[in-house]
């Protein structure tokens, strides 16, 4: 009641007698939901890449991380190694941890996270002055690393959401679908934005150039479930 006078979203689970349970963010622009008596896999494939692509976009830790490898790496190949590495670790820690093959509880994963940005933002510095290290000569092995620790945050998440019980592979599959998505199209913007500032040949003062690298190192983390802490 009395959410639509708000700027406050709503996560919304709903278990029902069969042991199906669907998951909802509710907005105030649209503060209700529709329940349906069962859901076919069409609809639980489109709500679980919906769910994967919400955690991806509200997961600044896991956005930094990846902003991080895009500023580490600038060969273009050497790039889609390192996230096509760091893609390939968090889906396996994903689904390991998901179907309670893992089980570690959440804040070593949040330290580790945290840490992981930290790392990258003292190495992009590194690679700025001239310098040279395991992650600036071989980024994809440190991507998949710390892709492995990233995998259980997003497990976290995938956790707090629910799985229907009789679509848990179908679920799990396309909310990783989902969170590959996000990324991408994140990776994509933020390259994107890069080709533009070239073109146009802006000179940034030396200051400002830094800032990106900056931002990486000291951003505070905002824990493992973006979703679910909304």
Same mark, same amino acid.
């Given at each position: 009641?009395?959410? *639509?006078?708000?700027? %406050?979203?709503?996560?919304? =689970? ?9 998951? %909802?963010?509710?907005?105030?622009? /649209? ?7 069962? *859901?076919?896999? $069409? %609809? ?25 490898? $895009?500023?580490?790496?600038?060969? =273009? ?15 396996? %820690? ?13 804040? !070593?994963?949040?330290? #580790? ?12 510095? =590194?690679?700025? /002055?001239? #310098? ?16 492995? +620790? ?6 976290? #998440? +995938?956790?707090?959401?629910?799985? !229907? *019980?009789?679509?848990?592979? &179908? ?9 590959? +998505?996000? *990324?991408? #199209?994140?990776?994509?913007?933020? $390259?994107? &934005?890069? =080709?533009?500032? /070239?073109? +146009? /040949?802006?000179?940034? !003062? ?5 800032? !990106? ?18």
């Amino acid at each position: 009641m009395g959410l *639509q006078a708000t700027i %406050t979203d709503v996560l919304v =689970r709903v278990q029902v007698l069969d042991g199906t349970s669907s998951t %909802t963010l509710v907005h105030p622009s /649209r503060p209700w939901i529709e329940v349906a008596t069962s *859901q076919g896999p $069409l %609809t639980v494939a489109q709500a679980f890449v919906a769910h994967g692509i919400q955690h991806i976009l509200f997961g600044v830790d896991h956005l930094l991380f990846v902003f991080g490898l $895009l500023l580490l790496v600038k060969n =273009r190949w050497m790039l889609v190694k390192t996230i096509t590495s760091f893609t390939l670790a968090h889906s396996i %820690t994903l689904t390991l941890a998901t179907l309670d093959y893992i089980n570690i509880p959440s804040p !070593p994963i949040e330290a #580790g996270i945290a840490l992981s940005i930290l790392f990258l933002g003292v190495e992009i510095m =590194r690679a700025w /002055r001239g #310098g040279s290290s395991l992650a600036i000569r071989h980024p994809w092995i440190v991507a998949f690393a710390f892709g492995l +620790l990233h995998g259980l945050g997003f497990a976290t #998440g +995938l956790k707090a959401i629910g799985l !229907p *019980q009789s679509d848990i592979a &179908l679920a799990l599959f396309f909310f990783n679908v989902g969170v590959e +998505l996000g *990324q991408l #199209g994140f990776v994509i913007v933020v $390259l994107l &934005l890069e =080709r533009v500032i /070239r073109l +146009l /040949r802006v000179r940034w !003062p030396r200051a400002i150039e830094l800032v !990106p690298a900056y931002t990486v190192g000291v951003w505070p983390p905002s824990g493992p479930s973006s979703v679910s802490s909304r």
